[in-house]
């Protein structure tokens, strides 16, 4: 028979709650935008691959302008552009191993 019989009313929600509970929802989002929590993995990868590329494209291009600037001016065509290729694609990739390396904040 007691499952028959209503029990006591539920107590209202008190407003101090709520409200406490909105401003620690705000509190934790604006401490996540502070710290860059917030941010989105894609992000970090999708600057990874930018500098990565850049690296890179960075490495060959300088190492190709200025090898062939030194074979103009010395006259050494093509050696100083084939060797300075080299040591920049050398270091490109270097720097790209330094950055697989890092860990991930």
Known sequence: MAENEPGPDPLPEDPRIASLNARLKRAKSEEAIRTREAEAPGDQNY???NRVLAELIG????GAVIGGTL?????TSPWLLLALLFLGIVSAFRNI???SNQRSK
Do not use: A, P
């Open 47 to 49: 600057r990874m691959g």
């Open 59 to 62: 490495g060959m291009v300088g």
């Open 71 to 75: 074979d103009w001016l010395l006259g």
């Open 97 to 99: 191993i330094r950055i």
